[in-house]
């Protein structure tokens, strides 16, 4: 099914091409563009501070300029998130991968984390497109399921399943196959598979689970280019 999958498929048009990488360089973030639009890409994934770098190379092409907010470990105060997405938001930045407070997932506080993410997605209104993150790994079925109910109660873009820093392990098509059976009344929100995703096979048996949206550091390797 896979290799049939592939054949219809524009799997670049999935992918995130990423680069979150602490040490990585202007050069790094500027090839990482370059890559992006000569392969098709979706978007690509960078660090905050490479956003107005980023978006210089990104202007005019069809690829979008994401980042990361309270990256990873979601512990910041509301009050500076709501200031980073703002900025990030002014700096160009077209969507906004941010991290649920995980203090809240693990509480199962799902009132305060409505109105966390509601104060977000007021912030963003239609100028920058969100992406929740669960980190999926840390958490039991249940409380991913009911962390993304209340994703998509909210009205998030999409729901991803992992920073790629702080998962205790890849994400798997198990992950996946949770998201989509619990988002089945909210087939407007996408799932963003992310951690681990290295081959193209992960990657089409993600797409086949349900995934919209691939994050990977991995796209060369992936697309299968020399």
Not at 75 to 95: F, P, S, T
Request: net charge negative; proline share 4%.
């Amino acid at each position: 099914m896979s290799e049939h999958l592939s054949d219809q498929l524009n799997l670049a048009g999935y992918i995130d091409h990423t680069l979150l990488a602490p040490l990585a360089t202007d050069r790094e973030v500027e090839v990482l563009c370059l890559e992006a639009i000569a392969w098709g890409c979706k978007a690509v994934c960078i660090q905050p501070k490479w956003v107005t770098h980023a978006r210089s190379y990104l202007e005019g092409s069809a690829v979008s300029l994401a980042s990361v907010l309270d990256f990873p470990f979601g512990a910041c105060d509301q009050a500076i998130r709501l200031k980073m997405a703002e900025q990030l938001v002014i700096d160009g930045c077209e969507e906004l991968d941010f991290v649920l407070p995980l203090s809240l997932v693990v509480q199962e506080d799902w009132p305060n984390l409505y109105k966390e993410l509601k104060a977000i997605l007021q912030l963003a209104g239609n100028r920058a497109r969100t992406k929740a993150i669960i980190e999926v790994s840390l958490f039991s079925p249940e409380q991913v399921a009911e962390a993304a109910l209340v994703c998509a109660q909210v009205g998030v873009s999409m729901v991803k399943t992992s920073t790629g820093i702080i998962n205790t392990r890849p994400t798997s098509v198990e992950d996946i196959t949770l998201l989509r059976n619990t988002l089945s009344d909210y087939p407007e929100v996408g799932i963003k598979a992310s951690g681990g995703i290295k081959t193209k096979e992960q990657a089409l048996k993600m797409i086949e689970a349900g995934a919209t949206r691939l994050g990977t550091s991995a796209t060369k390797q992936i697309l299968e280019l020399q």
